[in-house]
């Protein structure tokens, strides 16, 4: 929500549209950045891995970049499709 409102839209409420339904985009994005934000977790019950600090934020920091970059890829490929 905040890379789409933030950075995608600029802050700007005028252009903030509801999606319909699920945003597929967003809840993937979401699902990854918590995969790996639990990695850390999931090593710690194993005490002959190497361990990884753990830091939530780098999921949050992922999720967020991932949203941006696919749904500007996405928006890319929609105005190539128009175009034709």
Do not use: H
């Not at 999931?42 to 970059?69: A, K």
């Amino acid at each position: 929500m905040v890379a789409s409102y933030w950075v995608i839209n600029k802050g700007d409420k005028t252009r903030w549209k509801e999606t319909e339904g699920v945003n597929r985009l967003g809840v993937i994005s979401w699902l990854i950045g918590s995969i790996i934000a639990c990695i850390p977790v999931v090593l710690s019950f194993f005490p002959s891995l190497p361990q990884v600090s753990n830091q939530p934020l780098i999921g949050i920091i992922i999720s967020f970049v991932m949203y941006v970059v696919c749904y500007r890829i996405m928006d890319r490929k929609s105005v190539l499709l128009e175009g034709n």
